[in-house]
């Protein structure tokens, strides 16, 4: 006897911290963090890392063929997840400025002369924070439950996994430095494509065993299975300038 489960399946999430300020003026300042007062610091403003979050748009096939031959029972199936996204990486939009103490001076009273102190620091992002990654993740497994006796079932199993490649929306890193170029035909990580190393080796295996003694009222159960997650994406490129060591109010970054 055999059966066959077949599903297809849409989802979509949305995921996003907002960013809620109120005021206008909040809209506008950066981070300022100001340190050195008394053991502690204090921060002014909206955290720098606001707006972000994505949208996942995921179209799945699932497919699993059930079959008994005797003692035996096998399950064999797959899943496909085509994953369309776009999402907005945290990104220093507004600005941070750091004010730090100097010597004779507190990190207050070089926030009132508007100068960074010794180690103050100021940065901007520059660009989008959206990019668009997608995913075609492939899974496909095989199942043997075998009923060794009438008190011992054993399961064996392998599943693969593999979660493709990472897509950048920038072709190219915004910056690879003047050194990285080939100086007799002038190419280098500017002109190829981003990419990364895909791994395929994503095998899980999976053992398991019941067995009920004696008078079967009591049944103990083993097992071990192997799993992988898909990979972190909330990264994109992004140009930085900073303006450490700086009067940060005269430094435009």
């Known amino acids: 006897m055999s059966t066959n489960e077949f599903r297809l399946g849409y989802n979509r999430i949305y995921y996003f911290f907002p960013f809620d300020a109120t005021s206008p003026l909040a809209s506008q300042i950066p981070t300022t963090t100001i340190n050195s ?13 606001l707006p972000q979050g994505r949208i996942a748009n995921n179209y799945e096939l699932q497919d699993t063929v059930s079959r008994v031959w005797g003692k035996h029972s096998v399950r064999v199936g797959t899943s496909l997840l085509d994953q369309r996204a776009k999402q907005a990486a945290p990104f220093n939009i507004r600005g941070t400025l750091s004010y730090q103490a100097s010597t004779g001076e507190t990190g207050l009273a070089n926030f009132i002369d508007d100068y960074g102190g010794s180690s103050g620091t100021a940065a901007h992002d520059f660009g989008s924070p959206s990019y668009y990654p997608k995913l075609f993740r492939q899974a496909y497994f095989a199942e043997d439950r075998w009923r060794a006796s009438e008190g011992l079932t054993i399961s064996l199993g392998l599943r693969y996994e593999y979660f493709g490649e990472p897509i950048n929306s920038l072709r190219t890193p915004a910056y690879t430095g003047l050194f990285n170029i080939n100086p007799m035909n002038f190419t280098g990580p500017y ?39 898909s990979f972190f994406n909330n990264i994109a490129s992004n140009a930085v300038a900073s303006a450490p060591n700086n009067e940060i109010g005269r430094a435009h970054v």
């Open 37 to 49: 007062i008394g053991s502690g610091s204090i921060t002014l403003g909206v955290p720098s890392n």
């Open 191 to 229: 002109s190829q494509p981003d990419s990364v190393k895909p791994d395929k080796n994503n095998f899980g295996p999976s053992v398991g065993i019941a067995f009920a003694p004696g008078n079967k009222k009591t049944v103990l159960r083993a097992g071990f299975s192997m799993g992988y997650d």
